[in-house]
């Protein structure tokens, strides 16, 4: 029996839930904290998990927020293919939570049970009620701690799952009537009607300047230990064919160029992942988003679209598909915002390595500054704020602040691990495998002299172009800045630097990026938003270079 035949004959077993309930962790548990693979759902656009076990095949599904989302209808199709559902609610938010979730149980029923998380964090009340309903109507519903002992609550869950009885509406309508006031976290110092904004303002910083900042001593401490490395292997190569040598240690070399973009890029990956991870976990980034919401009203996004901004600082991909439970009035703005102000965590790594390489660490808070900066605006001009729609979409869901979990944290930074190694390096190989072909046969030489009226503008010579070229391939394409050692940067101003990187990093998003834009968005918008990205880029470089010119 192959996979496929084993998977088809194991029993399919979804979860279902709103935002922030404890899907993900009870997933976790439920694959002993194994990543799962994405998959696109059969007829949407939407990712969902899959992993399999001994005994079934478990599916997370997005989290929901809104009925018109692409993510709402993609759990619709989602719940036709499983035979059982697991339907996770907070027992803080119990009665509120079901009647959200009512309109996904059809008609005749479902084989489901309902998990109910956070039941420590219970009205006693409403837990004695719950307790005495199950024992009096039987029904399908389970208490788990989602953060207490896994193999506990995998035996707790699966013993339900077994009992396979069918949850019908009246069923469920009758969970709807139990009363009880729904039990909210402490407030925070996020929500002073004057601090708050500021000080989520100042912590979301944080959440990416510490890691940025451990990335980059971490780097600079093992670059100098590349020429070990990397020395003995130019002598090696020395006797090989050129073309050979080219594409090994040259300029744009496997093991010259292709190193640094490790030993910059991982650091920053790996601990971006860590803090994010962490934020998550802890809920502390949801509080984030509930008090920034009155922010991005200003650009016309509300604030779960904060979200998928805050993960574009991991990758763009994963950024522009989590837009999928933005309302669609929302939707596009905020793929534009990401496309444009939203650095990946690659492309912060090569930006630290320039800035490293010319002498000019300190560039890198003033250039992530600007690019927010400018992505407001640019959002703010292209999409103006006709009617606040969006505001219907987004209710604050306040989350309970606890202590992240060792085993949770390590499970999603192993996901970007394996996707850094399997997927980010190897294309960006590919790149300095085609920079050296394209060097060695001439074509580079012809690119350069294409753009070379573009950069001269700047004050950067022809061999600049390259970083631009290939930065619209991939955002870390812009190490190519680096070639020759840093020969070149070491001969550039410090504004030119500056703007080289800083236009390299907006006149497009990364091939990757615009085809996974055109796939979300169709090709025409995908088309429109890449014009206007375009001419905000150019638009803004230019105004840069005259205010650096006045005053430097």
Not at 183 to 202: D, K, R, T
Not at 465 to 490: C, Q, Y
């Amino acid at each position: 029996m192959n996979a496929n035949e084993s998977t088809a004959t194991k029993e399919r077993v979804a979860l279902v839930g709103l935002e922030s309930v404890g899907k993900t962790s009870v997933f976790g548990c439920l694959t002993n904290r194994r990543a799962g693979r994405e998959l696109n759902a059969k007829g949407s656009t939407i990712f969902v998990k899959e992993q399999q076990s001994e005994s079934a095949v478990f599916v997370d599904t997005p989290g929901l927020r809104g009925k018109d989302s692409e993510a709402f209808r993609a759990v619709r199709i989602e719940l036709e293919r499983a035979s059982h559902l697991l339907f996770v609610v907070r027992g803080t938010h119990f009665t509120e939570e079901i009647r959200q979730l009512a309109s996904l149980v059809p008609k005749n029923g479902v084989e489901a049970t309902v998990l109910v998380t956070f039941a420590d964090k219970m009205d006693p009340d409403l837990l004695k009620a719950l307790q005495a309903r199950v024992v009096d109507y039987n029904w399908p519903l389970t208490m788990i701690d989602a953060r207490g002992d896994d193999q506990r609550n995998r035996t707790t869950i699966m013993n339900q799952v077994k009992k396979t009885k069918r949850l019908t509406p009246t069923m469920w309508e009758e969970m709807a009537q139990i009363r009880h006031e729904a039990v909210e976290p402490e407030p925070l110092w996020f929500e002073h009607p004057v601090f708050g904004i500021p000080l989520a303002l100042m912590m979301m910083m944080l959440l990416f300047v510490l890691p940025v900042m451990g990335a980059y001593r971490l780097s600079s401490e093992i670059e100098p230990l590349l020429y070990d490395v990397t020395e003995p292997m130019e002598a090696w190569t020395s006797t090989l064919p050129e073309l050979l040598q080219a594409i090994l240690t040259g300029s744009y070399g496997l093991f010259t160029l292709g190193t640094y973009s490790f030993v910059w890029a991982f650091p920053v990956v790996l601990f971006i992942s860590f803090a994010s991870a962490l934020a998550d976990d802890s809920g502390l980034k949801d509080r984030i988003v509930d008090t920034l919401e009155p922010l991005m009203s200003k650009i016309g996004l509300n604030g779960q679209d904060l979200v998928p901004f805050i993960s574009g600082f991991g990758c763009n991909v994963v950024a522009v598909q989590q837009t999928r439970s933005c309302s669609p009035t929302t939707r596009t703005p905020c793929v534009s915002l990401i496309s444009f102000g939203s650095a990946c965590s690659y492309q912060i790594g090569a930006t630290l390595s320039i800035f490293h390489v010319a002498g000019l660490p300190w560039l890198f808070l003033p250039y992530m500054l600007m690019l927010t900066f400018v992505g407001a605006i640019h959002n703010r001009l292209w999409y103006p704020i006709k009617e606040k729609k969006w505001l219907q979409y987004f209710q604050a869901r306040k989350t309970f602040l606890q202590w992240p979990s060792f085993k949770r944290v390590a499970y999603r930074v192993k996901g970007v691990f394996i996707q850094f190694l399997t997927q980010a390096m190897p294309i960006f190989f590919l790149i300095c495998l085609i920079a050296s072909l394209f060097e060695y046969v001439g074509i580079l030489t012809i690119l350069t002299r294409v753009a070379e009226p573009f950069v001269r503008l700047i004050g950067a010579p022809a061999e600049a172009a390259a970083g631009i070229v290939f930065s619209l391939i991939r955002k870390d394409g812009i190490l190519l800045f680096n070639e020759g050692g840093g020969a070149l940067l070491s001969s550039l101003a410090p504004a030119t630097v500056f703007l080289l990187v800083y236009i390299a990093s907006t006149l497009s998003a990364c091939l990757v990026t615009i085809w996974t834009i055109a796939k979300e968005l169709r090709w025409k918008a995908a088309s429109a938003l890449y014009i206007k990205q375009l001419i905000t880029s150019v638009a803004s470089a230019a105004v840069l270079l005259v205010i650096l010119r006045l005053f430097m």
